[in-house]
Protein backbone atom coordinates (compact mmCIF):
# COMPACT_ATOMS: atom_id res chain seq x y z
CA UNK A 1 0.00 0.00 0.00
CA UNK A 2 1.41 3.41 -0.78
CA UNK A 3 1.17 5.40 2.38
CA UNK A 4 1.78 8.95 0.61
CA UNK A 5 -1.30 8.15 -1.59
CA UNK A 6 -3.89 7.22 1.10
CA UNK A 7 -2.21 10.03 3.27
CA UNK A 8 -2.92 12.29 0.54
CA UNK A 9 -6.53 11.50 0.28
CA UNK A 10 -7.32 11.63 3.95
CA UNK A 11 -6.35 15.12 3.65
CA UNK A 12 -8.15 15.91 0.48
CA UNK A 13 -11.27 14.45 1.88
CA UNK A 14 -10.81 15.70 5.60
CA UNK A 15 -10.61 19.29 3.90
CA UNK A 16 -13.37 18.12 1.49
CA UNK A 17 -15.16 18.28 4.94
CA UNK A 18 -14.66 21.19 6.13
CA UNK A 19 -12.23 20.26 9.17
CA UNK A 20 -9.22 20.79 10.16
CA UNK A 21 -6.54 18.24 11.44
CA UNK A 22 -7.43 19.37 15.26
CA UNK A 23 -10.92 18.51 14.32
CA UNK A 24 -10.68 15.20 12.88
CA UNK A 25 -8.40 14.46 15.77
CA UNK A 26 -10.96 15.49 18.11
CA UNK A 27 -13.65 13.57 16.81
CA UNK A 28 -11.64 9.98 16.83
CA UNK A 29 -9.93 10.73 20.35
CA UNK A 30 -6.28 11.50 18.97
CA UNK A 31 -3.77 13.75 18.65
CA UNK A 32 -3.68 16.11 16.06
CA UNK A 33 0.19 14.85 15.64
CA UNK A 34 -1.33 11.37 14.94
CA UNK A 35 -3.15 12.83 11.99
CA UNK A 36 -0.46 14.79 10.64
CA UNK A 37 1.28 11.62 10.67
CA UNK A 38 -0.80 9.68 8.51
CA UNK A 39 -1.77 12.97 5.69
CA UNK A 40 2.43 13.19 5.37
CA UNK A 41 2.60 8.98 5.14
CA UNK A 42 4.44 8.46 7.79
CA UNK A 43 2.23 5.70 9.67
CA UNK A 44 -1.94 4.85 8.86
CA UNK A 45 -4.53 4.67 10.87
CA UNK A 46 -4.88 2.07 13.18
CA UNK A 47 -7.47 -1.00 12.51
CA UNK A 48 -9.41 -0.35 15.79
CA UNK A 49 -10.45 3.52 13.75
CA UNK A 50 -10.60 3.34 10.76
CA UNK A 51 -14.29 2.15 10.22
CA UNK A 52 -14.84 5.82 12.32
CA UNK A 53 -12.47 7.49 10.08
CA UNK A 54 -13.98 6.37 6.86
CA UNK A 55 -17.31 7.36 8.61
CA UNK A 56 -16.36 10.72 9.12
CA UNK A 57 -14.24 11.06 6.21
CA UNK A 58 -17.53 9.86 4.18
CA UNK A 59 -15.48 7.11 2.20
CA UNK A 60 -15.18 2.90 3.00
CA UNK A 61 -11.95 0.96 4.10
CA UNK A 62 -11.30 -0.03 0.62
CA UNK A 63 -11.15 3.22 -0.58
CA UNK A 64 -8.93 4.63 2.43
CA UNK A 65 -6.26 1.72 1.88
CA UNK A 66 -6.42 2.86 -2.37
CA UNK A 67 -5.88 6.16 -1.25
CA UNK A 68 -8.67 7.08 -3.51
CA UNK A 69 -12.45 7.05 -4.89
CA UNK A 70 -13.47 4.00 -6.34
CA UNK A 71 -15.61 3.16 -9.35
CA UNK A 72 -18.24 0.50 -9.02
CA UNK A 73 -16.70 -1.70 -11.45
CA UNK A 74 -13.27 -2.15 -10.17
CA UNK A 75 -14.43 -2.20 -6.59
CA UNK A 76 -13.73 -6.16 -6.40
CA UNK A 77 -10.22 -6.02 -7.66
CA UNK A 78 -9.22 -3.55 -5.54
CA UNK A 79 -10.88 -4.93 -2.55
CA UNK A 80 -8.84 -7.97 -3.45
CA UNK A 81 -5.25 -6.00 -4.23
CA UNK A 82 -5.93 -4.10 -1.04
CA UNK A 83 -6.39 -7.21 0.61
CA UNK A 84 -2.98 -9.04 -0.53
CA UNK A 85 -0.72 -5.77 0.20
CA UNK A 86 -2.39 -5.89 3.83
CA UNK A 87 -1.25 -9.53 3.67
CA UNK A 88 2.65 -8.96 2.29
CA UNK A 89 2.59 -6.19 5.22
CA UNK A 90 1.89 -8.35 8.14
CA UNK A 91 3.71 -11.44 6.65
CA UNK A 92 6.62 -9.08 6.60
CA UNK A 93 6.32 -7.43 9.85
CA UNK A 94 6.10 -10.78 11.34
CA UNK A 95 9.28 -11.46 9.77
CA UNK A 96 11.13 -8.53 11.10
CA UNK A 97 9.95 -9.25 14.18
CA UNK A 98 11.55 -13.04 14.01
CA UNK A 99 14.67 -11.64 13.11
CA UNK A 100 14.84 -9.10 16.10
CA UNK A 101 14.01 -12.15 18.03
CA UNK A 102 17.51 -13.31 16.78
CA UNK A 103 19.31 -10.03 16.72
CA UNK A 104 18.61 -9.82 20.81
CA UNK A 105 18.78 -13.41 21.57
CA UNK A 106 21.98 -14.77 20.03
CA UNK A 107 24.56 -12.33 21.16
CA UNK A 108 22.99 -11.90 24.55
CA UNK A 109 23.19 -15.49 24.98
CA UNK A 110 26.92 -15.58 24.00
CA UNK A 111 28.10 -12.57 25.84
CA UNK A 112 26.48 -14.59 29.05
CA UNK A 113 28.14 -17.79 28.33
CA UNK A 114 31.32 -15.65 27.98
CA UNK A 115 30.97 -14.16 31.51
CA UNK A 116 29.92 -17.67 32.89
CA UNK A 117 33.23 -18.87 31.46
CA UNK A 118 35.16 -16.15 33.02
CA UNK A 119 33.40 -16.56 36.64
CA UNK A 120 34.35 -20.30 36.06
CA UNK A 121 38.38 -20.14 34.89
CA UNK A 122 39.83 -16.96 35.58
CA UNK A 123 41.33 -16.81 38.84
CA UNK A 124 39.27 -14.15 41.10
CA UNK A 125 38.00 -14.08 44.63
CA UNK A 126 34.89 -15.48 45.18
CA UNK A 127 32.15 -12.91 45.74
CA UNK A 128 33.15 -11.65 42.55
CA UNK A 129 33.06 -15.08 41.21
CA UNK A 130 29.47 -15.32 42.70
CA UNK A 131 28.33 -12.00 40.77
CA UNK A 132 29.80 -12.45 37.66
CA UNK A 133 27.98 -15.48 37.77
CA UNK A 134 24.35 -14.40 39.12
CA UNK A 135 24.33 -11.69 36.91
CA UNK A 136 25.36 -14.72 33.53
CA UNK A 137 22.33 -16.02 34.32
CA UNK A 138 19.66 -13.01 35.00
CA UNK A 139 21.10 -11.64 31.76
CA UNK A 140 20.58 -14.84 29.81
CA UNK A 141 16.89 -15.80 31.48
CA UNK A 142 15.58 -11.95 31.36
CA UNK A 143 16.65 -12.33 27.25
CA UNK A 144 15.12 -15.23 26.92
CA UNK A 145 11.55 -14.22 28.27
CA UNK A 146 11.71 -11.37 25.93
CA UNK A 147 12.98 -13.78 23.02
CA UNK A 148 9.44 -15.62 23.53
CA UNK A 149 7.37 -12.56 24.20
CA UNK A 150 8.70 -11.57 20.32
CA UNK A 151 7.93 -15.06 18.80
CA UNK A 152 4.55 -15.63 20.44
CA UNK A 153 3.66 -12.31 18.95
CA UNK A 154 4.88 -12.81 15.72
CA UNK A 155 2.50 -14.36 13.60
CA UNK A 156 0.89 -18.00 14.59
CA UNK A 157 0.75 -21.46 15.32
CA UNK A 158 -0.20 -24.36 13.33
CA UNK A 159 -2.03 -27.45 14.61
CA UNK A 160 -0.20 -30.76 13.20
CA UNK A 161 -3.38 -32.31 13.56
CA UNK A 162 -6.24 -30.22 12.58
CA UNK A 163 -4.56 -27.34 10.55
CA UNK A 164 -5.69 -24.37 13.03
CA UNK A 165 -3.61 -21.45 13.71
CA UNK A 166 -4.28 -19.49 16.25
CA UNK A 167 -1.76 -17.21 18.79
CA UNK A 168 -1.40 -18.99 21.81
CA UNK A 169 -0.70 -16.97 25.51
CA UNK A 170 2.78 -15.65 26.39
CA UNK A 171 2.60 -18.42 28.70
CA UNK A 172 1.62 -21.62 26.93
CA UNK A 173 4.11 -20.25 24.44
CA UNK A 174 6.88 -20.30 27.62
CA UNK A 175 6.30 -23.75 29.13
CA UNK A 176 5.76 -25.67 25.71
CA UNK A 177 8.65 -27.88 24.93
CA UNK A 178 10.13 -26.63 21.64
CA UNK A 179 12.63 -27.19 19.13
CA UNK A 180 13.75 -23.47 17.38
CA UNK A 181 10.10 -22.29 16.90
CA UNK A 182 8.14 -25.47 16.49
CA UNK A 183 6.64 -25.65 20.36
CA UNK A 184 4.29 -28.99 21.99
CA UNK A 185 1.18 -27.47 22.90
CA UNK A 186 -2.39 -28.13 22.84
CA UNK A 187 -4.87 -26.74 19.87
CA UNK A 188 -7.79 -24.95 21.44
CA UNK A 189 -9.78 -25.66 18.48
CA UNK A 190 -9.26 -29.81 18.15
CA UNK A 191 -8.34 -30.22 21.52
CA UNK A 192 -4.84 -32.40 20.30
CA UNK A 193 -1.65 -31.85 21.62
CA UNK A 194 1.30 -31.81 18.64
CA UNK A 195 4.53 -30.04 17.57
CA UNK A 196 2.73 -27.36 16.05
CA UNK A 197 5.13 -24.87 13.86
CA UNK A 198 5.14 -21.48 13.49
CA UNK A 199 3.67 -19.46 10.57
CA UNK A 200 3.40 -15.85 9.83
CA UNK A 201 -0.22 -15.62 8.27
CA UNK A 202 -3.86 -17.20 9.75
CA UNK A 203 -4.14 -18.80 6.20
CA UNK A 204 -2.21 -20.25 3.33
Not at 38 to 45: A, D, I, N, Y
Not at 106 to 135: S, T
Not at 168 to 192: D, I, S, V
Amino acid sequence: MDQIKIGKFIASRRREQGMTQAVLAEKLGISDRAVSKWETGKSLPDSGIMLELCDILKINVNELLSGEKIMADSYDRRAEENLLAMKREMEEKNRQLLRTEYLVTVPAVLAGLALVFVACFVPMPMWPRVALLAFALVMIFAVAFVAVGIEQKAGYYECQSCGHRYVPTYWQTNLAPHAGRTRYMKCPECGKRSWQRKVLTRED
